[in-house]
């Protein structure tokens, strides 16, 4: 069945250090990827997706490529801020499948310290 | 935002308790979902919907039901609550870009 597993954390970060978050998926069709954050207290929000093979999301200093011959989906920020600090989440939509929702990985909590 | 609006907020409950939680939109989303969070397993599909009246189980659905009679609510039952189902729930909706937005979760505590 389709899945996603991504790196355990919590990650601990200093303020402006580089940030990789691993993600691997396996899945029978053909995913759309997604990082979903939430912030404390909040509910997840999208922060980029990627609908096809090579295609590289973006949005608020976050990459992610969709690297399809690794079945990965990493997250990566060059430099980090104290607001950053939250858990993020992958999941994958497999359109070949009954009702599309998404699948998605235990999370990463991330930390930044000042 | 996508205008989801989830009621109560927080809820502690005894054992044993019938428990609904409910999810507004006002997006006119078609398709509307109940998740449950809780460490260690991220988030959990318990049952989602496809239009007025369909429904469907998804991955936790054991000890819940749900029910969509107008496209704008969707209600999550807990028929009779136990202390495994304590967690924070969420509701989400899917827009036309297939992009899932959320509400900002429902926290219950079963005693």
């Known amino acids: 069945g389709n899945s996603v597993t991504q790196m355990e954390g919590p990650v601990t970060l200093s303020e402006e250090a580089f940030l990789t978050i691993n993600c691997t998926y396996t899945?029978?069709?053909?995913?759309?990827l997604f990082w979903y954050v939430q912030y404390p207290g909040e509910g997840l929000q999208l922060l980029l997706k990627?609908?096809?093979?090579?295609d590289k999301g973006s949005n608020k200093g976050f990459e992610a490529t969709y690297r399809k011959e690794t079945t990965s989906f990493h997250l990566e920020k060059g430099s980090v801020q104290v607001s950053d600090s939250a858990v993020y989440f992958c999941?994958?939509?497999?359109?070949?499948?009954?009702?599309?929702?998404?699948?998605f990985g235990k999370g990463t909590k991330l930390s930044v310290k000042p | 935002d996508a205008g989801i609006t989830q009621s109560p907020r927080h809820k502690v409950t005894e054992t044993g308790t019938p428990v609904t939680l409910r999810c507004h939109q006002t997006?006119?989303?078609?398709?509307m979902y109940w998740y449950r969070q809780d460490p260690g397993h991220g988030l959990r599909l318990i049952h989602y919907?496809?239009?007025?009246?369909?429904?469907d189980k998804g991955e936790v659905s054991d000890g819940y039901s749900v029910s969509r009679s107008k496209t704008e609510d969707f209600l999550l039952t807990l028929e009779s609550a136990t202390s495994s189902q304590t967690s924070v729930y969420f509701c989400?909706?899917?827009?036309?870009?297939?992009?899932?937005?959320f509400g900002e979760g429902s926290r219950l505590t079963v005693l």
């Open positions: 999941a994958l939509r497999d359109y070949g499948g009954s009702q599309g929702n998404l699948i």
């Open positions: 899945a029978t069709g053909y995913p759309s």
């Open positions: 990627a609908t096809k093979a090579d």
């Open positions: 997006e006119n989303h078609r398709y």
């Open positions: 919907s496809y239009g007025v009246k369909d429904t």
């Open positions: 989400a909706t899917t827009g036309d870009t297939g992009e899932l937005f």
